[in-house]
């Protein structure tokens, strides 16, 4: 029985000082990081294709033209996905 409590005592205590650490760390990295993260943040991305990635080809540019939107009747109505339970 005593085992027990002593065991239970040192789990508190292990867990009482990483949450001490975990929050004294996250107190000094507070601190340093807003510069670097907001400098990390607005460097521009480079447009990419993931599929010219994966397979090294260069992909086709899209087709030039009207998309099947304004190619369709106005009266035409728009299929709704969210009625769609079975």
Known sequence: MKLKTTLLAAT???FAASTAYAAEEAMTKKDE???AVKAE????VKKHSHMTEKTGMPESDAPKGKSHRETMDKDMPMHDHTKDRH
């Open 12 to 14: 508190l205590i292990a």
């Open 41 to 44: 943040a607005k460097k521009p």
């Open 33 to 35: 990081t807003p510069a």
